[in-house]
Every structure is written in C-alpha cells, then in structure tokens.
C-alpha cells in the first residue's frame, strides 16, 4: 500500500499559479504511473495529468500548456505546477498512485480561484 499526502492548495486569483506537492511513502517501488485528477462540486472526479515510470507525461486538454506534472524521485514527490488559473479549475484535487491493479489515493487539497 501506498501513502500520499497532497499539500499547496489554497486561493489564488485568476490568472495566478499554484504548486501542488504529492508526497509518498510505504511501498513506493510498486507504483507504475501517478497521476493529478480534480473534482468539482457537483461533477464527476476527471484526470488532470499522469506521469509514469519512465517519464511520459500525459494532460487533460482544458489544462494543456498551463499545467506540468513532474516528480522528484529523490524525494519520493509528484508535483502539479499550475500556471494562468481559471475559475473553472477550482476544484479538490487528488493525487493517485497505481501499482499493478492497486490504486491508492491521497485526502486532496483544495483550490480555488476567483474571478
């Protein structure tokens, strides 16, 4: 099992940047991809962005070109840098971690950004 815990959400105005930090522990060298995902009230849980193993990285098209997912395997740490926030991107956003069949995911942290 894996655990994670999401930090660096808060209010910022539109137009601003955020970092999310993911930070994980327990049996970390099992995970194959990790990803960002966001829920709305009132909407569906949806993916933001993943990165696996190896390196590739994949993002939502509402979030391509202002969010970059990356991670610091020496800190055992994913990160979510967002840029030219929007209101719509206001949101509790979840880090995810699979291993194999295994999924594990974190509290969330909440952002919100005014208009």
């Known amino acids: 099992q894996v655990r994670l815990v999401e930090s660096g959400g808060g209010l910022v105005q539109a137009g601003g940047s955020l970092r999310l930090s993911c930070a994980a522990s327990?049996?970390?060298?099992?995970?194959?991809?990790m990803s960002w995902y966001r829920q709305a009230p009132g909407k569906q849980r949806e993916l933001v962005a993943s990165?696996?193993?190896?390196?590739?990285?994949n993002e939502a098209g509402s979030v391509k070109g202002r969010f970059t997912i990356s991670r610091d395997a020496t800190k055992n740490t994913l990160y979510l840098q967002m840029n030219s926030l929007k209101p719509e991107d206001t949101a509790v956003y979840y880090c995810?971690?699979?291993?194999?069949?295994?999924?594990?995911w974190g509290q969330g942290t909440q952002v919100t950004v005014s208009s």
């Open positions: 995810r971690a699979q291993s194999g069949v295994d999924i594990d």
């Open positions: 327990g049996n970390i060298f099992s995970i194959n991809v």
């Open positions: 990165i696996t193993n190896g390196g590739t990285t």
